[in-house]
C-alpha cells in the first residue's frame, strides 16, 4: 500500500506566515508538520510516499528531499501554479498510487493515529476516518452507523482528514480541479463508503489559533 500527504493548499487562515513557506513546513516541536507525517508513515511500512506541491511548492522539496532520510521513496506531484483540490490532486497522482487501495492525509492535520491499522482495512470504495467535533466544526460532517459512513444521521463526526481510497473511486472523472466531497456522496448513497471513530490526539491546525492550541509560538514564526 503507497500513501499521499495532501500538501497542496494555499493556507488562507494561517497567513501571513503561509507567505512565505507552505503549510505543511510550519515547524511544530522543531521539525516541519509534514515531516512527522512521513516519519509516522514510515514506522507504519510505508515505503512509498507521494506529496502534492501547490501553494511554493518548490520548497517542499528542499526540505524533505526524495525520502532517504527516512527509509522511504518520496514522490512529487506538481500541481503549481493553482491547486487542484482534494480530489483533482489525487486524480492526477493515480499513477503514482498504485492499482490497490492506498492511504491520504492531510498535510495540516496534527495527529498519532496509528496508519499501520489502515494497511489491513478492506477498501472496496472509500474509508474514512472520523473524529469527535471539534469546537469549529460542532456539527459534524458526516454520520457513522455501524462502521458505515452516511451523509446524515444522529450524533454525526467530523472527517479526521485521513482516508483509505481505492481507484476505482475515481472512475468517470476527468483531469482537472475538483473536491472529494460530492465523489464521496455518492458513494455514500450506495453505503459504499465505510469508516472508523479515532478518540486519541487530533488537531485540525488550519488557523494560527489551532496551532497556539498544539503549542506553537506563531509569534516566533513571522
Same mark, same amino acid.
Given at each position: 500500500?503507497?500513501?499521499?500527504?495532501?500538501?497542496?493548499?494555499?493556507?488562507?487562515?494561517?497567513?501571513?506566515? &503561509?507567505?512565505?513557506?507552505?503549510?505543511?513546513?510550519?515547524?511544530?516541536?522543531?521539525?516541519?508538520?509534514? /515531516?512527522?507525517?512521513?516519519? /509516522?508513515?514510515?514506522? /507504519?511500512?510505508?515505503?512509498?510516499?507521494?506529496?502534492?506541491?501547490? +501553494?511554493?511548492?518548490?520548497?517542499?522539496?528542499?526540505?524533505?528531499?526524495?525520502?532517504?532520510?527516512?527509509?522511504?521513496?518520496?514522490?512529487?506531484?506538481?500541481?503549481?501554479?493553482?491547486?487542484?483540490?482534494?480530489?483533482?490532486?489525487? +486524480?492526477? /497522482?493515480?499513477?503514482?498510487?498504485?492499482?490497490?487501495?492506498?492511504?491520504?492525509?492531510?498535510?495540516?492535520?496534527?495527529?498519532?493515529?496509528?496508519?499501520?491499522?489502515?494497511?489491513?482495512?478492506?477498501?472496496?470504495?472509500?474509508?474514512?476516518?472520523?473524529?469527535?467535533?471539534?469546537r469549529h466544526n460542532p456539527e459534524g460532517d458526516f454520520a457513522?452507523?455501524?462502521?458505515?459512513?452516511?451523509? !446524515?444521521?444522529?450524533?454525526?463526526?467530523?472527517?479526521?482528514?485521513?482516508?483509505?481510497? +481505492?481507484?476505482?473511486?475515481?472512475?468517470?472523472?476527468?483531469?482537472?480541479?475538483? !473536491?472529494m466531497v460530492p465523489i464521496l456522496l455518492h458513494e455514500m448513497?450506495? +453505503?459504499?463508503?465505510?469508516?472508523? &471513530?479515532?478518540?486519541?490526539?487530533? !488537531?485540525?491546525?488550519? !488557523?494560527?489559533?489551532?496551532?497556539?492550541?498544539?503549542?506553537?509560538?506563531?509569534?516566533?514564526?513571522?
Open positions: 500500500m503507497r500513501a499521499m500527504i495532501l500538501a497542496a493548499g494555499r493556507g488562507e487562515r494561517l497567513r501571513p506566515l &503561509t507567505d512565505k513557506m507552505p503549510k505543511p513546513l510550519v515547524p511544530v516541536n522543531g521539525k516541519p508538520l509534514i /515531516a512527522h507525517h512521513v516519519e /509516522a508513515l514510515a514506522a /507504519a511500512g510505508f515505503q512509498h510516499i507521494v506529496i502534492n506541491q501547490g +501553494h511554493l511548492g518548490n520548497m517542499l522539496p528542499d526540505a524533505l528531499g526524495n525520502g532517504e532520510r527516512w527509509g522511504v521513496t518520496i514522490h512529487w506531484s506538481d500541481e503549481q501554479p493553482r491547486a487542484l483540490e482534494t480530489g483533482g490532486g489525487i +486524480h492526477q /497522482a493515480l499513477p503514482m498510487l498504485g492499482q490497490g487501495p492506498f492511504l491520504v492525509v492531510n498535510g495540516d492535520i496534527w495527529t498519532d493515529y496509528p496508519f499501520a491499522r489502515l494497511r489491513a482495512v478492506k477498501c472496496d470504495y472509500a474509508h474514512l476516518v472520523m473524529v469527535p467535533n471539534p457513522l452507523h455501524n462502521a458505515i459512513v452516511r451523509e !446524515s444521521g444522529p450524533e454525526k463526526l467530523t472527517f479526521g482528514g485521513i482516508a483509505v481510497y +481505492h481507484p476505482r473511486i475515481f472512475a468517470g472523472c476527468e483531469p482537472g480541479r475538483f !473536491s448513497n450506495g +453505503h459504499l463508503v465505510t469508516g472508523e &471513530t479515532y478518540r486519541g490526539c487530533w !488537531s485540525d491546525i488550519g !488557523s494560527t489559533e489551532r496551532l497556539e492550541e498544539i503549542g506553537v509560538d506563531v509569534n516566533a514564526l513571522l
